[in-house]
């Protein structure tokens, strides 16, 4: 949650506004996750950073070490 505060607080441009985003969707997705999966506005807020990560780089793809399979499943399927 406090990545999320953090990250939403901030401005960010270029490559570090892209890191900003996939950072802060990873983070509303876990707490989506850990919220046993039922506060869907988390998951529409990590789909809709998502999306703002593609418009700046379509060709992006997060690092599988550092994001969960279940994320990284939800990036890949985002549009």
């Not at 406090?2 to 990873?26: D, M, N, P, T, W």
């Not at 506060?39 to 994001?67: G, M, Y």
């Amino acid at each position: 949650a406090e990545a999320v505060q953090v990250l939403s607080g901030a401005s960010f441009q270029g490559k570090a506004a892209l890191h900003a985003l996939v950072i802060r969707a990873a983070a509303r997705y876990a707490l989506y996750a850990s919220g046993g999966r039922k506060d869907e506005a988390l998951k529409r807020e990590a789909t809709t950073d998502i999306q703002a990560c593609r418009r700046l780089d379509a060709s992006f793809v997060p690092d599988p070490q550092a994001f969960s399979p279940r994320f990284l499943e939800l990036f890949k399927a985002t549009r």
